[in-house]
Each structure stands twice: as structure tokens, then as C-alpha cells.
């Protein structure tokens, strides 16, 4: 009962930061230094629940801010707070209130007995391709018994090449609008291209 209650708390809190301190908490960001990092990582971690801003125009502002690298390591650290958060929220806090969502998807139920038996590779994959949400992944993952250690690995590794791009893409958007649009589409058409390919063989593995 106890960690039902926590966990109650916990997402109260982020409910009311991130709907009523969303523009103050863009203006910090915005405005640089030091108190500004821990603000980035906790707006990130904030839209891990709910998206608030789209993840690729905050991965965006702040690689705008911080510059690609740093950028990327404020990002993915904030991220890597809000998945870990929502995965231990999943596992302690609303197991039953998870399943009964789960079950309202069945299309993604298919996938859980694969997530769950091939848990390093599955969520990696997931990650880097958009085959299910990425909240999706963090109850099933977290109403399992995939190990945390596995899952916080395999979602780090799965991240880096998304938030890089958008880091990257928003460091230089100052300087060329046109380069940081054409190369975040790139990377969107590729992927769109894997992930073609990857239900082509499905299919024709099921035939």
C-alpha cells in the first residue's frame, strides 16, 4: 500500500510540474549555465511520461544551448532518469493499472513473450526502431521479469544514435536550417527504410 501511495505522489508531482511550469522550465533551459543542465534533464525525464514538448524539438533546444555533446549527455541522462523512473512506477506502483492497459492493446501483447525472452536484443531493437511506443516498452518491461540491469543497458545503447542526430541536428540549426532539417530526415527515412524491410521478412517468414 505504501508504494502504491509513493508512487501516487511521484506522479502527482510530475503531472503538476510539467503542465504548470512547462514555459518556465523552457525559459531555463534557454537561458544556459549551470542550473539550466539539471533543469534540461528533469524536463526530459518529465516528457518521458508525458510529452509535453515533442522529444525531438527538446532533444533540439538543447543541443542548441549546450552544444552536440553536451547536448547529448543532458539529454540522455534525463531520459534515462524518466524510463527508469516509469519502469520502477510500472513494476511497484501500478502493476495492476499497467496490465489492464497492456490489455487493451493486443497487437503489442504479441510482442511481449518475445521482449521477454530475448529481453537485450528485443529492447534494443524496439529503441532504435519505432516498433512499438516507447512508454509501451517500459510497462512491459517493467510488469515482467526483465532485469533492470538489462533494460537500462539495452535502452542507453538504443537511445544514443536518435539523441546524437537531434543533438547534433540542433547544434548546427543556427547556422544551417536547411542541413539540420535534411539530416534529421535522413535519419527518419532510413529508419523508415529498416524498419520496412524488417516487416517484409516477417511476413514473408510467417508465409
Given amino acids: 500500500m505504501s508504494k ?16 504548470f511550469q512547462k514555459d518556465e522550465l523552457l525559459l531555463l533551459i534557454k537561458a544556459g549555465g549551470t542550473g539550466s543542465i539539471l533543469v534540461s534533464m528533469l524536463f526530459v525525464a518529465i516528457c518521458v ?14 543541443g542548441a544551448v549546450f552544444g552536440a555533446a553536451q547536448g547529448a549527455i543532458i539529454t540522455l541522462s534525463g531520459a534515462m532518469v524518466g524510463t527508469m523512473g516509469f519502469y520502477y512506477l510500472s513494476r511497484y506502483g501500478f ?47 517493467g510488469i515482467s521479469h526483465v ?5 537500462f543497458t539495452a535502452s542507453v545503447i538504443g537511445k544514443i544514435p536518435n539523441i546524437l542526430i537531434l543533438s547534433f541536428a540542433g547544434a548546427s540549426f543556427q547556422q544551417n536550417k536547411l542541413f539540420s532539417f535534411g539530416l534529421y530526415g535522413t ?3 532510413v529508419i523508415f527504410l529498416i524498419y520496412i524491410v524488417i516487416i517484409f521478412r516477417r511476413r514473408k517468414t510467417i508465409k
Fill in 4 to 19: 502504491r501511495m509513493i508512487s501516487i505522489g511521484v506522479f502527482l508531482l510530475i503531472i503538476i510540474i510539467g503542465f
Fill in 147 to 151: 532485469n533492470w540491469v538489462i533494460f
Fill in 95 to 141: 502493476r495492476d493499472y499497467a496490465e489492464k492497459k497492456l490489455q487493451q492493446y493486443p497487437n503489442v501483447q504479441k510482442y511481449e513473450e518475445w521482449l521477454i525472452r530475448h529481453s537485450f536484443v528485443a529492447i534494443l531493437t524496439c529503441r532504435i526502431f519505432p516498433i512499438m511506443p516507447s512508454p509501451v516498452i517500459n510497462i512491459i518491461c
Fill in 187 to 189: 535519419y527518419l527515412l
Fill in 49 to 62: 511520461f508525458f510529452p509535453l514538448v515533442p522529444f525531438p524539438v527538446l532533444a533540439g533546444v538543447i
